[in-house]
């Protein structure tokens, strides 16, 4: 027979002390202001297609006259993160459409992109 046994000695204080509740301060929640909506800008000073267009063709021309260049010096503004990003996106469609390729050197050397013809069919034929 199992027997729970009795409470005859307790551990800690006899005497217990209530905790006092923290006070906390209410948050005053800000009033909301109206919506505001931002006007629609109408006046748009760049043609983004157009633009992009224009500095790819004179990318193209600067490339036919080097025929050959280092592709970081071709792309990379030193003074310009934003303009060196900018004339990677432009090489980007310059390679995609055949216009200009990037070669690696087998001797570790930079790459080099090179002004390139536009594929045709005969390209494609296998």
């Known amino acids: ?5 009795s409470v005859n000695f307790m551990y800690g204080p006899l005497s217990i002390q209530a905790k006092e509740k923290k006070v906390r301060k209410k948050v005053v929640k800000e009033t909301i202001a ?6 629609q800008v109408t006046d748009t000073t760049v043609n983004s297609e157009g633009e992009t267009s224009r500095r790819v063709e004179a990318m193209q021309k600067k490339l ?3 025929n050959e260049m ?3 010096s071709f792309f990379i503004d030193p003074k310009s993160y934003s ?4 004339n990677l996106f432009h090489l980007s469609f ?8 990037i070669n690696t050197q087998s001797n570790g050397a930079a790459p080099m992109v090179e002004n390139a ?3 045709d069919d005969a390209d494609y034929q296998t």
């Not at 109206?34 to 006007?39: D, I, L």
């Open 117 to 119: 013809a536009p594929p």
């Open 83 to 86: 303009k060196s990003i900018e």
């Open 64 to 66: 036919k006259t080097a």
């Open 1 to 5: 027979i199992k027997v729970t046994p």
């Open 34 to 39: 109206e919506k505001v909506t931002p006007k």
């Open 94 to 101: 310059l390679v995609r459409e055949g216009r200009a390729g």
């Open 70 to 72: 280092n592709v970081f």
